[in-house]
Structure formats: structure tokens, C-alpha cells
């Protein structure tokens, strides 16, 4: 079963309103990331929080990480139509060199 | 700017054929993969190379190999071309240290096997 699944499946919002998804994991892990993905396109990094760090910012972007719950979500704060993509959530373990990635949640923004 | 590239963004073959993806990264990165990604799967390791002519078998190897023959080149094989095989594959590379680094993505071939 896949190691990172991420919830809602599919979020549709008003520009300009926040969106958050989430992403729950099942063994421990080094650090968890987030990427978008663009319509047929590759993915594209986001974000990396590390496994000893509870949250982390970059733009409108906020991270958190719950490793006693094995849950991070992701809020994209005053968003944009351009923020119209899939989000997936990778996490990555010591002692493998697999990246597990979840199944995705396609966010919809509404101009 | 960095790039990981891709040989083609779309691809359409026969059953049986011998199909080549290629994938080339300008940053120099140690590690490279080759992903499948099916809706609802998300995405799958098919195979995994952290070294020149090194490679790991991911997840779902069944039907493919691999070649590294240079450090940044990693070409995927689909030795006779099924049509449970059309789907969008995706190459990414990282630096050495999995697990501790962001990978970098190329755009993508959707290969559709008639």
C-alpha cells in the first residue's frame, strides 16, 4: 500500500481562499516533501521539512509535520488560479533510496 | 537553470515493439529514476540508478530495463511493448544523498502502446 496518502482526493475553492491538504504516512521517516504537478506535466518540488522540524514556510505555502500522528498538511494561503494542480506528498526513510509518493490531491482554483 | 529532459513527450507504439525512453540531466546528480504514474497510483518506481551503469529494481521492473551507461544519461527499455505499459512515465534525478534531497523532474512521456 502506498506509503504517503493524501486527503482530500479532489479540493475546489474561490481565489483568494486558503487550501490545505493533508497527508498521513505509515513507518518513520528522514523527511517528507511536497511537489505540484501541472496538468500532463513533471512534478516540480515545493518543499522539504524535515523529520526533527514541526513547521516550515516558503511563500504562501506553510508545512507542518506531526511525526506522533505520521500526518503533514500543506495550506496554500490567498490562493490563485495559477495554484490549479495536483499536490503529492513523497516521504523518504532511512536505509531505502525509494521516495514512496501518494496518490495526490487535485486542487482546483476558481477565478 | 537546472533541466532533466526527456527524449519525447509523446510516444505511440505497437505491441511487441522495443521502446527507448531517454532522460538527460545537466545538474550533475548521482541518482536517477525512472516513475510510471497511472491515475489512482500515483507514482511508482520502475527502476532506480545511483551510479554509472548501477541500477536497482524499484517497485514494478516486470517488462523493463535500464542503462547508465553515462552520469547523466538513463535510458528506460520496454524490451517488447505491452498495452498495460501505456501510461506517463517520468525520469527524476537527486544528489547523492537519498532521502535528504529534493528530486528534480523531467516533463514527462506519455506512451501509448496500440
Known amino acids: 500500500s502506498q506509503q504517503g496518502e493524501e486527503d482530500p482526493q479532489a479540493l475546489s475553492i474561490q481565489e483568494g481562499e486558503n487550501a490545505t491538504m493533508n497527508c498521513s504516512y505509515k513507518t518513520s521517516i528522514n523527511n517528507l516533501q511536497w511537489y505540484r504537478q501541472n496538468s500532463g506535466r513533471g512534478l516540480v518540488h515545493l518543499i522539504l521539512i524535515r523529520s526533527n522540524e514541526r513547521e516550515k514556510h516558503s511563500g504562501r505555502l506553510r508545512v507542518t509535520l506531526d511525526t506522533s500522528k505520521k500526518s503533514s498538511s500543506l495550506l496554500i494561503t490567498a490562493s490563485r488560479a495559477a495554484d490549479t494542480a495536483s499536490y503529492f506528498c513523497a516521504t523518504a526513510f532511512s536505509g531505502t533510496y525509494k521516495y514512496i509518493f501518494g496518490t495526490g490531491t487535485r486542487l482546483k482554483v476558481l477565478a | 537553470d537546472v533541466k532533466v529532459t526527456q527524449s519525447s513527450r509523446y510516444l505511440v507504439k505497437r505491441t511487441g515493439e522495443k521502446v527507448f525512453l531517454e532522460c538527460v540531466q545537466d545538474m550533475d546528480h548521482e541518482n536517477m529514476f525512472w516513475y510510471r504514474q497511472d491515475p489512482g497510483l500515483g507514482l511508482r518506481l520502475i527502476y532506480f540508478s545511483y551510479d554509472v551503469k548501477m541500477k536497482e529494481k524499484g517497485d514494478i521492473p516486470e517488462g523493463y530495463s535500464v542503462s547508465r551507461e553515462k552520469k547523466e544519461r538513463f535510458s528506460l527499455i520496454l524490451e517488447s511493448a505491452s498495452t498495460n505499459q501505456t501510461s506517463m512515465y517520468l525520469c527524476?534525478?537527486?544528489?547523492?544523498?537519498?532521502?535528504?534531497?529534493?528530486?528534480?523532474f523531467g516533463p514527462g512521456t506519455r506512451l501509448t502502446v496500440l
Open positions: 527524476a534525478s537527486s544528489l547523492k544523498r537519498v532521502g535528504y534531497n529534493e528530486q528534480f
